[in-house]
T-cell receptor, first 111, second 107 residues
Framework: EPEVTQTPSHQVTQMGQEVILRCVPISNHLYFYWYRQILGQKVEFLVS????????KSEIFDDQFSVERPDGSNFTLKIRSTKLEDSAMYFC?????????FGPGTRLTVT | GIQVEQSPPDLILQEGANSTLRCNFSDSVNNLQWFHQNPWGQLINLFYIPSGTKQNGRLSATTVATERYSLLYISSSQTTDSGVYFCAVEYGNKLVFGAGTILRVKS
C-alpha cells in the first residue's frame, strides 16, 4: 500500500499553461515535500511544508511555483506558465518518524 | 551546501554476483536513506541507516557516520535488482540525493 498517492500519473501540457499536481496522503501527517527529477538526473528538493506552511524551499522553487493544502487533505503543487525545462517527474513525499516515503510520481511533459 | 557522491556511476553484473555501492557525503547528517528506483520510476525505500549496519534479505547497508560514508551490499544479484540506486542524506529539512548508481543485472 502506497504511503501517498499522486494524480495524475502523467500530464502533458503546452508551454505557458498552468498545471496542478496533487498528492493525497494515506493518513494524516504534518510534514510533506515536493521533489522533482529531470529525466536521467538526480532527485532535487523543491519545497517542504509543515503544519500547512512552507518550511523550506530551494532556489528552484521560484515565483512560478506554489503549494497549498486546500481542503486539509490534498496537497497540491501548482506551476504557473510552464516552460519546456519544467518537464520532469514530480514526487510528493511525506515525513515519517525517521524517514521520508515517496509517492509514485507525476510525469509532466511540457510541449 | 552538502555534497553527496555515489560510486560507481554504472555497474553491470552477471546474475548471482555480489556488488558494493558507495555513498560519500561532505558534512555530518542526521539521516541517510537508500532508495531503489525501479523501471517505472518509483522510489522504493530500502534502508533508513544514519549509522551502523542493517540487513534485509539479500541487501545490507552500513553507514560510518564519523567517516561520512555509507555502503550498500547486494548479494546474489537478480535481474529484478536492476535499476538506479540512490543514496540521500537529510540536511536541514530536506533530503539531498546523490547522482545514483545505475545497476544492470544480466541473466
Amino acid at each position: 500500500e502506497p504511503e501517498v498517492t499522486q494524480t495524475p500519473s502523467h500530464q502533458v501540457t503546452q508551454m505557458g499553461q498552468e498545471v496542478i499536481l496533487r498528492c493525497v496522503p494515506i493518513s494524516n501527517h504534518l510534514y510533506f515535500y515536493w521533489y522533482r527529477q529531470i529525466l536521467g538526473q538526480k532527485v532535487e528538493f523543491l519545497v517542504s511544508f509543515y503544519n500547512n506552511e512552507i518550511s523550506e524551499k530551494s532556489e528552484i522553487f521560484d515565483d512560478q511555483f506554489s503549494v497549498e493544502r486546500p481542503d486539509g487533505s490534498n496537497f497540491t503543487l501548482k506551476i504557473r506558465s510552464t516552460k519546456l525545462e519544467d518537464s520532469a517527474m514530480y514526487f510528493c513525499a511525506r515525513g515519517g518518524v525517521y524517514e521520508q516515503y515517496f509517492g509514485p510520481g507525476t510525469r509532466l511533459t511540457v510541449t | 551546501g552538502i555534497q553527496v557522491e555515489q560510486s560507481p556511476p554504472d555497474l553491470i553484473l552477471q546474475e548471482g554476483a555480489n556488488s558494493t555501492l558507495r555513498c560519500n557525503f561532505s558534512d555530518s547528517v542526521n539521516n541517510l536513506q537508500w532508495f531503489h528506483q525501479n523501471p517505472w520510476g518509483q522510489l522504493i525505500n530500502l534502508f533508513y541507516i544514519p549509522s551502523g549496519t542493517k540487513q534485509n534479505g539479500r541487501l545490507s547497508a552500513t553507514t560510518v557516520a564519523t567517516e561520512r560514508y555509507s555502503l550498500l551490499y547486494i548479494s546474489s544479484s537478480q535481474t529484478t535488482d536492476s535499476g538506479v540506486y540512490f543514496c540521500a542524506v537529510e540536511y536541514g529539512n530536506k533530503l539531498v540525493f546523490g547522482a545514483g548508481t545505475i545497476l544492470r543485472v544480466k541473466s
